[in-house]
């Protein structure tokens, strides 16, 4: 079943394939959104932000993208390599709270 | 780009022990930060915020009592685990943000096992 913030809680691709991951975020003052790689045993990874005011930002190999309409982001990972395979996780930030929320995490495995 | 380091990466202790896990942020200075719990194939749960010098904010249902945090620099906040137990068995993860940014630059945790 769904997980609370994101669509889809694993996510299996094949080696060179391309990945979307999704996130439903609920705060609509969130002005600041992050995509986080955690491996096992390790602490999360900046991966690529984007704030509020684009819809579009991309990185080597990532891109996000933000739907603010209906609250959704997703990122984007081009030509899968098995070292992507870790957990995903986003979060939103309403920078005049101070404070950053977690989603639950979309684990990608990369088979070779 | 910015490191925090996060020591031990693995404690175990016996029940009723106390344990000190430190945060220091090596490259900037650190006005926030952040102290997160994570179980097993969960998302981070933020524990409490810190700000340097100044008492930490805790969120609902974490005893300050038992998660004591200090950030006494710029440079380093602790979480020491009070007469720990079994339960509290986790991952803690720190993370920190310098004055003004929004980033967050997260430690590399510590896996807490308590006997």
């Known amino acids: 079943g769904e997980s609370v913030g994101l669509h889809l809680p694993t996510l299996s691709v094949q080696e060179g394939d391309n990945s979307i991951i999704n996130c439903a975020y609920s705060n609509s003052a969130s002005d600041y959104f992050i995509w986080y790689k955690q491996e096992s045993g390790k602490g999360p990874q900046f991966i690529i932000d984007i704030r509020s005011n684009m819809d579009k930002r991309q990185g080597q190999r990532v891109t996000v993208l933000l739907n603010k309409t209906v609250k959704h982001l997703s990122l984007q990972i081009a030509a899968t390599q098995p070292g992507d395979s870790a957990v995903y996780f986003c979060?939103?930030?309403?920078?005049?709270?101070?404070?950053?929320?977690f989603g639950d995490g979309t684990t990608l495995t990369v088979k070779p | 780009g910015a490191v925090v380091s996060q020591h031990p990466s693995r404690v175990i202790c016996k029940s009723g022990t106390s344990v000190k896990i430190e945060c220091r942020s090596l490259?900037?200075?650190?006005?926030?930060m952040f102290w997160y719990r994570q179980f097993p194939k969960q998302s981070l749960m933020l524990m409490a915020t810190s700000n340097e010098g100044s008492k930490a904010t805790y969120e609902q249902g974490v005893e300050k009592d038992k998660f004591l945090i200090n950030h006494a620099s710029l440079t380093l906040s602790t979480l020491t685990v009070t007469s720990a137990h079994p339960e509290d068995s986790s991952f803690y993860i720190c993370?920190?943000?310098?004055?003004?940014?929004?980033?967050?630059?997260f430690g590399s945790g510590t896996q807490l096992s308590v006997l």
């Open positions: 979060a939103e930030k309403d920078t005049n709270a101070g404070k950053s929320t």
């Open positions: 993370s920190a943000t310098s004055w003004g940014g929004e980033k967050l630059f």
């Open positions: 490259d900037f200075q650190a006005t926030t």
